[in-house]
Each structure stands twice: as structure tokens, then as C-alpha cells.
T-cell receptor, first 114, second 113 residues
Framework: AQSVTQLDSHVSVSEGTPVLLRCNYS??????LFWYVQHPNKGLQLLLKYTSAATLVKGINGFEAEFKKSETSFHLTKPSAHMSDAAEYFC????????????FGTGTRLKVLA | EAGVAQSPRYKIIEKRQSVAFWCNPISGHATLYWYQQILGQGPKLLIQFQNNGVVDDSQLPKDRFSAERLKGVDSTLKIQPAKLEDSAVYLC???????????FGPGTRLTVT
């Protein structure tokens, strides 16, 4: 069975410092993995996606993630946090056979301190 | 292109009342999803449509929830009767046939008192 684990429910960083949001996955075959962001009272927006091409994936707003098969990880990073990055972030693994169902992690709430 | 539209954005009802949510997916997207997101949790899939047929409704509480997608475009999700634990954000998403990514609407926040 496929699953994702987001290792931190809350992360706080100071503005201008690096961001690291951790995600580990479990999959019986090579997965497709996404990161979504959800700002308050907004829908989910796709940040970036890994679909078995380059292992370092660049997304919007300066975010990137690296797929590491040996560590079964897909951590989200950003070199310098901005106040507007404060939001909920979800790691998602996709069942790529049949229904393309999303399996969501429990989310990480990112707080950016001035 | 226009995004996924949902209405209403907010709804407050008393328990045992009924409520309906509406979703208009992105034009041309054959697959439509309804999710329930309880505060502090990730979205949980309720039902998935391919055109106007149901693909997966295994997590839909069918004793009180129903959904339809007439003509393979717009969709409605209904709860009757509502319970306190139905308080959540209901998200609609759609997906084109040639990509994995889902596009989400802004959601409807339901409060059951």
C-alpha cells in the first residue's frame, strides 16, 4: 500500500532563513509525488511535482524538492522564507494505476516569523 | 483558463438539516473529485467521477451523503441529514485526462451547529 508521512505538523522559521518540510513515502513501485500549498481560506495549489524524471524538482515561488529513492523521501525546501509562505503544506503520493487517486499526508503548518 | 468554481463559500446549518454544494470543474476535465477536509487534517476523498459515472465512492457515507454529476460537467454534493461531525471544508477538484495533477476549487466551509 502507498502512504506518505509528513514528519512535522508545525514548523516555524524566521523570515529570510531556509525552509525544510519533510515528507517520507511508502510505495511498492516508483511513485509520483506532489507538494501542494493551502493558504487560509483558499483551495490547494500545486507547488511542484515529481513523475520519475529529474530527481531535483523546481516549483513555484522558489520552492524545490529532491526525490531520494534510497531514503524514500521527498523533502520540500526553500533557501529564504518569505512572510507570504506561511500556509499549510501537503505532500501527496499518487496511485498511478487506474484511478490516479491522491494519498495526502497530514500536512505541515509553516509559520514565518518577522 | 478559469479555475474550479464552488458555491457557496460558507454555510452554517443546524444538525439534521440538509445542505447542498455545487462545483463547476475546469472546462474539458473529465474527472471530478469531492473531498472532505476536517480542521487540522489532510483532505479525504469522498467520491470520484469520470464523466458522469462514479469511479470510487468507497469513503462516501451513503446513508447521508449523495453526489451526482449530470451531463458530465457540474456536480452537486448533498448531505441529509447533517451531523455535527460533518463540519469541514468540502473541496472539489478536477483533472484532465492527460495529466496526474488535480486542480482544486476554493472549497465550501460547512459549520453544523
Amino acid at each position: 500500500a502507498q502512504s506518505v508521512t509528513q514528519l512535522d505538523s508545525h514548523v516555524s522559521v524566521s523570515e529570510g532563513t531556509p525552509v525544510l518540510l519533510r515528507c517520507n513515502y511508502s510505495s511498492s513501485y516508483s511513485p509520483s509525488l506532489f507538494w501542494y500549498v493551502q493558504h487560509p481560506n483558499k483551495g490547494l495549489q500545486l507547488l511542484l511535482k515529481y513523475t520519475s524524471a529529474a530527481t531535483l524538482v523546481k516549483g513555484i515561488n522558489g520552492f524545490e524538492a529532491e526525490f531520494k529513492k534510497s531514503e524514500t523521501s521527498f523533502h520540500l525546501t526553500k533557501p529564504s522564507a518569505h512572510m507570504s509562505d506561511a500556509a499549510e503544506y501537503f505532500c501527496v503520493v499518487i496511485l498511478t494505476s487506474g484511478t490516479y487517486k491522491y494519498i495526502f499526508g497530514t500536512g505541515t503548518r509553516l509559520k514565518v516569523l518577522a | 483558463e478559469a479555475g474550479v468554481a464552488q458555491s457557496p463559500r460558507y454555510k452554517i446549518i443546524e444538525k439534521r438539516q440538509s445542505v447542498a454544494f455545487w462545483c463547476n470543474p475546469i472546462s474539458g476535465h473529465a474527472t471530478l473529485y469531492w473531498y472532505q477536509q476536517i480542521l487540522g487534517q489532510g483532505p479525504k476523498l469522498l467520491i470520484q467521477f469520470q464523466n458522469n459515472g462514479v469511479v470510487d465512492d468507497s469513503q462516501l457515507p451513503k446513508d447521508r451523503f449523495s453526489a451526482e454529476r449530470l451531463k458530465g460537467v457540474d456536480s452537486t454534493l448533498k448531505i441529509q441529514p447533517a451531523k455535527l461531525e460533518d463540519s469541514a471544508v468540502y473541496l472539489c477538484a478536477s483533472r484532465p485526462n492527460d495529466r496526474y495533477e488535480q486542480y482544486f476549487g476554493p472549497g465550501t466551509r460547512l459549520t453544523v451547529t
